[in-house]
């Protein structure tokens, strides 16, 4: 079944560096994507990454995709305080009847100051 | 350019009452999805919707759940009988034709339900 993987904490300082590690299941998927959650609130559209793509930065963020091992990281420069929150990686697989998205269970980002 | 609209923020139900939620997606686009998320999960796909048709509602239960997007354009999930299990937040997105890639999607802010 289909089923993408996150670790569940990640717990940084501020000023550091994040690393958010992510493995999805369908290799036919064309787009991958990052979303935030604070609490209480819906999902934020962080970035996304074409499947023909290794990199892609965008201000602090950088995402880094290993289609051969099935593997996406999201690296966030600078954490800030403002950063905590949930972090979502998602595919939308080609074997989809439409273009849902297929979401792991998130990484809770902690950052202290 | 407004985004998702979602109405009512909290419902408080019990059990084997009905509710219904509402979603205004992003003017222009053409497909609706309603998702749900349990506490401590990714949200999961209940339904989707191309114009006023329904592309994938494999996940719906239908013995309890309907949904429906008349008009093309704003959607209701309706909850009938509802059960404990029931109790999550009901995420409304939409994606269209104007965004690139065309299948970015775009949350509203959820419907939380506590079904006591």
């Known amino acids: 079944g289909e089923d993408v993987e996150q670790s569940l904490f990640l717990s940084v300082r501020e000023g550091d560096s994040s690393v958010i590690n992510c493995t999805y299941t369908d290799s036919s998927s064309t787009y991958l994507y990052w979303y935030k959650q604070e609490p209480g609130a819906g999902l934020q559209l962080l970035t996304y990454?074409?499947?023909?793509?290794d990199m892609k930065q965008d201000q602090r963020l950088t995402v880094l995709l290993n289609k051969k091992d099935k593997h996406l990281s999201l690296r966030i420069a600078d954490t800030q305080t403002g950063d905590s929150a949930i972090y979502f990686c998602a595919e939308s697989p080609a074997n989809q009847a439409g273009t849902a998205l297929i979401f792991g269970k998130g990484t809770t980002l902690s950052v202290s100051s | 350019e407004a985004g998702v609209a979602q109405s009512p923020r909290y419902k408080i139900i019990e059990k084997r009452q009905s509710v219904a939620f509402w979603c205004n997606p992003i003017?222009?686009?053409?497909?609706l999805y309603w998702y749900q998320q349990i506490l401590g999960q990714g949200p999961k796909l209940l339904i989707q919707?191309?114009?006023?048709?329904?592309?994938?509602d494999s996940q719906l239960p239908k013995d309890r759940f309907s949904a429906e997007r008349l008009k093309g354009v704003d959607s209701t999930l309706k909850i009938q009988p509802a059960k404990l299990e029931d109790s999550a937040v009901y995420l409304c997105?939409?994606?269209?034709?104007?965004?690139?890639?065309?299948?970015?999607?775009?949350f509203g802010p959820g419907t939380r339900l506590l079904v006591l």
């Open positions: 990454i074409f499947s023909n793509m």
């Open positions: 003017s222009g686009h053409a497909t």
């Open positions: 997105a939409s994606s269209g034709s104007y965004d690139r890639p065309q299948e970015t999607q775009y």
């Open positions: 919707f191309q114009n006023n048709g329904v592309v994938d």
